[in-house]
């Protein structure tokens, strides 16, 4: 593994368009899926799809080969959202970051239904799109990477820039947001 | 006490999916939950919250990768274009820094000619002369800072 992730540091490095195509369908659905549960939009999980492969191609020199690949992705893809939504100053990036200490961050209205929810019921009906979308955009975020993208902890705090206390924090109020949601939801 | 054992299943049910539980810890939870029906429906509601999460499927728009790949293209050729210019504004910074030591000696002599034709104080002179000499290592001072800071600024993408 190791190995892998030393020649795909070599690969990113001289902007290897093989690779870069390889890793572009090996990722997108898993890319896509975590910018559409991060933002509640297709529309802008598609641009910050486009957008995190340019900088894979800018950047890809700073990719060390030492962690996991679809981490380094991630925390991309999350900076880029966490730019934008700065840049937008919907929301208080402080509360996006540190959600114990404020409003935990949506991005989607909370008059209307997301497109998230509209795409997930529309796809599944099953309770738990609604539940996970009405949990805050922090707690899925961290549910999305641990039983989704299947990530260790650590490799959660590496995406989030977070230490390991606060994922794990995040990862047990998330569980027990979505519970609620879902016993709600069955009510 | 009650209580206690409740709240002690409730924190091992998360606990378990998110950070695992020793061997002691599972036996003692998996008699507790044969013994408890809240505890174990609370078990089971998490259960199938994993589940299902892990069996949602998002569709991908169409043409997503193509998309993308030709994003990619444009911009892996614009960044071509731009390498080389890159190159020059290197190449020029160190010829100039080399230029203005090789030819330092003959500068102070044109300097100190004009110095004599114009009665200038010699610290005027030497000042012109420093500054003259200090202009191309300012100019490769000057692209080596704009370069950390460009590289400053990605350093927040490294991620590590």
Same mark, same amino acid.
């Given at each position: 593994?190791?190995?892998?992730?030393?020649?795909?540091?070599?690969?990113?490095?001289?902007?290897?368009?093989?690779?870069?195509?390889?890793?572009?369908?090996?990722?997108?659905?898993?890319?896509?899926?975590?910018?559409?549960?991060?933002?509640?939009?297709?529309?802008?999980?598609?641009?910050?799809?486009?957008?995190?492969?340019?900088?894979?191609?800018?950047?890809?020199?700073?990719?060390?080969?030492?962690?996991?690949?679809?981490?380094?992705?991630?925390?991309?893809?999350?900076?880029?959202?966490?730019?934008?939504?700065?840049?937008?100053?919907?929301?208080?990036?402080?509360?996006?970051?540190?959600?114990?200490?404020?409003?935990?961050?949506?991005?989607?209205?909370?008059?209307?239904?997301?497109?998230?929810?509209?795409?997930?019921?529309?796809?599944?009906?099953?309770?738990?799109?609604?539940?996970?979308?009405?949990?805050?955009?922090?707690?899925?975020?961290?549910?999305?990477?641990?039983?989704?993208?299947?990530?260790?902890?650590?490799?959660?705090?590496?995406?989030?820039?977070?230490?390991?206390?606060?994922?794990?924090?995040?990862?047990?109020?998330?569980?027990?947001?979505?519970?609620?949601?879902?016993?709600?939801?069955?009510? | 006490?009650?209580?206690?054992?409740?709240?002690?299943?409730?924190?091992?049910?998360?606990?378990?999916?998110?950070?695992?539980?020793?061997?002691?810890?599972?036996?003692?939870?998996?008699?507790?939950?044969?013994?408890?029906?809240?505890?174990?429906?609370?078990?089971?509601?998490?259960?199938?919250?994993?589940?299902?999460?892990?069996?949602?499927?998002?569709?991908?728009?169409?043409?997503?990768?193509?998309?993308?790949?030709?994003?990619?293209?444009?911009?892996?050729?614009?960044?071509?274009?731009?390498?080389?210019?890159?190159?020059? %504004? /290197?190449?020029?910074?160190?010829?100039?820094? =080399?230029?203005? *030591?090789?030819?330092?000696?003959? &500068?102070? @002599? +044109?300097? $100190?000619?004009?110095?004599?034709?114009?009665?200038?104080?010699?610290?005027?002179?030497?000042?012109?002369?420093? %500054? /003259?000499?200090?202009?191309?290592?300012?100019? =490769?001072?000057? *692209?080596?800072?704009?370069?950390? &800071?460009? @590289? +400053?600024? $990605?350093?927040?993408?490294?991620?590590?």
């Amino acid at each position: 593994m190791a190995d892998d992730n030393k020649a795909l540091a070599q690969g990113l490095k001289r902007r290897d368009p093989d690779l870069l195509d390889q890793l572009i369908e090996q990722y997108q659905y898993r890319l896509f899926r975590y910018l559409l549960y991060l933002t509640s939009s297709r529309e802008r999980a598609e641009d910050f799809f486009q957008e995190t492969w340019i900088r894979v191609l800018e950047r890809g020199h700073q990719y060390d080969g030492k962690y996991k690949f679809e981490s380094w992705l991630f925390r991309i893809a999350r900076n880029l959202v966490i730019d934008w939504q700065r840049s937008k100053k919907m929301q208080s990036l402080d509360a996006l970051l540190d959600p114990e200490e404020g409003t935990p961050v949506e991005f989607a209205a909370e008059n209307q239904p997301s497109p998230l929810h509209q795409v997930l019921t529309a796809e599944e009906k099953i309770g738990v799109h609604s539940s996970l979308d009405r949990i805050p955009a922090v707690y899925r975020e961290v549910l999305v990477l641990r039983f989704q993208e299947e990530l260790g902890l650590e490799e959660i705090a590496g995406v989030l820039a977070a230490p390991l206390s606060t994922v794990k924090s995040r990862l047990y109020r998330g569980l027990e947001a979505l519970r609620g949601a879902m016993q709600g939801s069955a009510a | 006490m009650n209580e206690n054992i409740h709240a002690r299943a409730e924190k091992l049910i998360a606990q378990e999916r998110i950070e695992g539980i020793s061997q002691a810890e599972r036996d003692w939870f998996a008699a507790h939950l044969r013994e408890c029906a809240a505890c174990a429906q609370a078990a089971q509601q998490t259960n199938d919250a994993i589940r299902v999460l892990r069996a949602m499927h998002v569709s991908l728009p169409r043409g997503l990768a193509e998309r993308a790949r030709f994003r990619l293209q444009l911009r892996a050729q614009e960044m071509r274009e731009r390498e080389p210019q890159r190159r020059v %504004l /290197w190449i020029m910074c160190a010829v100039s820094w =080399a230029l203005g *030591i090789a030819t330092a000696p003959y &500068v102070w @002599q +044109a300097i $100190e000619w004009i110095g004599e034709r114009t009665g200038a104080p010699r610290l005027v002179l030497e000042f012109g002369f420093g %500054l /003259w000499w200090a202009i191309p290592a300012l100019f =490769a001072a000057a *692209i080596v800072v704009l370069e950390n &800071v460009r @590289q +400053a600024n $990605e350093r927040d993408w490294s991620g590590r």
